[in-house]
């Protein structure tokens, strides 16, 4: 059974970094073929995707935010981190770590860890 | 970037409707698409993958159909635990895009 729970600081300060680990279980990011996401969604609104890592290391992110984004993965603890650099009141969102696979959906969701950024 | 645009936004339907929800998405996409529900205070999850296909353990009741840029996802026999939001996405290319979601509450 695949499961990811999102952990991090619920509150942050704007101009802080965030940073969120991803922790799994029930597969190994070094199996060819997968890989592991963030997506975010402010409240009341839609999903946005934000990154991507892969098996090989290859890492994807969403252009509108590339400059301040980074992930990571730790494959001895089955970790995946991201870093949001220079945070700002509307990037408080709940923030879903999320399984897929090479040309496959998001399959499998963490339960998402909310975050306020206010001073 | 492609972008996903959803209709209708918001849907009224009774227990027992059949309903219809809308993706078109601005370029083709293939095949490439996705259907999730969301529950309020839920996570997302998968119904549908490459346009028409069930995620495992999705009744029939769910059904999906389109390629290129128009896709439908049709609920029928609602229920009152399919009462949700749904999100289409496209993963065809980077970055990978949502559209804006789909409320369907209960009339």
């Known amino acids: 059974q695949i499961t990811l729970k999102e952990s991090g600081p619920a509150l942050v300060k704007p101009t802080q970094t965030l940073t969120l680990t991803c922790t799994f279980s029930?597969?190994?990011?070094?199996?060819?073929?997968?890989?592991v996401g963030w997506i975010r969604q402010p409240p009341g609104k839609a999903l946005e995707w934000l990154a991507l890592?892969?098996?090989?290391?290859?890492?994807r992110y969403s252009p509108s935010l590339n400059s301040r984004l980074a992930i990571t993965k730790d494959t001895s603890k089955n970790q995946v981190v991201l870093t949001v650099t220079n945070m700002d009141p509307v990037d408080t969102a709940t923030y879903y770590c999320?399984?897929?696979?090479?040309?496959?959906?998001?399959?499998?969701w963490g339960q998402g860890t909310m975050v306020t950024v206010s001073s | 970037d492609i972008q996903m645009t959803q209709s209708p936004s918001s849907l009224s339907a009774s227990v027992g409707d059949s309903v219809t929800i809308t993706c078109r998405a601005s370029?083709?996409?293939?095949?490439?698409l996705a259907w999730y529900q969301q529950s309020p205070g839920k996570a997302p999850q998968p119904l549908i993958h490459?346009?028409?296909f069930l995620q495992s353990e999705v009744p029939s009741k769910f059904s999906g159909s389109g390629s290129g840029t128009d896709f439908t996802l049709t609920i029928s026999s609602l229920q009152p635990e399919d009462f949700a939001t749904y999100y289409c996405?496209?993963?065809?290319?980077?970055?990978?895009?949502f559209g804006q979601g789909t409320k369907l509450e209960i009339k």
């Open positions: 370029q083709g996409v293939s095949n490439s």
């Open positions: 999320v399984h897929r696979r090479v040309r496959g959906i998001f399959d499998i």
């Open positions: 490459a346009a028409s």
């Open positions: 890592i892969y098996w090989n290391d290859d890492k």
């Open positions: 029930g597969f190994s990011l070094t199996t060819s073929g997968v890989g």
């Open positions: 996405q496209q993963y065809h290319s980077y970055p990978y895009t």
